[in-house]
């Protein structure tokens, strides 16, 4: 399984040789430097560590300077480490660009989603309301009704589906396409949309 890391720039559309309209998203994958090298013996799995978007060195501390410096690399913002990974030619401050991929490889992203604060029921799990505004019930439409009886288990079950904290949690979407890959500028189009706002981090995997 070979990675990169990204950024995501937005969306667009582009038209394939039929002249059909895709909807793509933009992906600034890389440059990114392999920045540690698990192995077995060492730490009992094989992984390959990668760096992407370069910081200023005041926002690093001494340790984080010390494992960048060993690798003879800038400090980077984000580190993530791909098990799996191809690893024929890695070496420890090896530069990984957006040539891994080609036009039509199918790849899985992962990203943060939007982040949509506390939400009720209905937004956050499509419930429908209780139901009609009768009786005095004005203020309940969007109320999520009985959560259980109060006898037993006199507690709330986990996973019971109630108002909370919406989005901003880690999703991955499997299966999508590699419409073009643009060397020069570092960035991949695949079709289809992932999750996340612009500038957000993102993992692509083949």
Do not use: W
């Amino acid at each position: 399984m070979s990675g990169i890391l990204g950024k995501k720039v937005g969306m667009t559309s582009i038209f394939d040789e039929n002249g059909v309209s895709i909807p793509c998203t933009v992906i600034e994958a890389g440059p990114c430097f392999v920045t540690q090298i698990r192995t077995k013996e060492k730490d009992g799995y094989e992984a390959v560590q990668l760096g992407f978007d370069e910081k200023p060195d005041r926002l690093v501390n001494k340790p984080a300077k010390g494992h960048f410096a060993k690798a003879n690399v800038k400090a980077l913002r984000l580190l993530r480490e791909f098990r799996d990974f191809k690893a024929a030619g890695i070496t420890i401050g090896k530069e990984v660009k957006v040539d891994l991929f080609a036009k039509g490889d199918k790849v899985s992203v992962t990203a943060k989603s939007k982040g949509k604060g506390f939400q009720g029921v209905v937004r956050r799990h499509h419930f429908s309301g209780v139901g009609m505004t009768t009786h005095g019930q004005s203020d309940r439409v969007r109320a999520p009704g009985s959560i259980g009886s109060s006898s037993y288990p006199s507690r709330v079950f986990k996973g019971m589906r109630m108002a909370g904290r919406m989005g901003f949690r880690n999703v991955t979407v499997k299966n999508l396409t590699v419409v073009q890959v643009i060397l020069e500028s570092n960035l991949i189009l695949v079709k289809g949309s992932v999750p996340g706002a612009i500038n957000t981090y993102v993992e692509i995997t083949k």
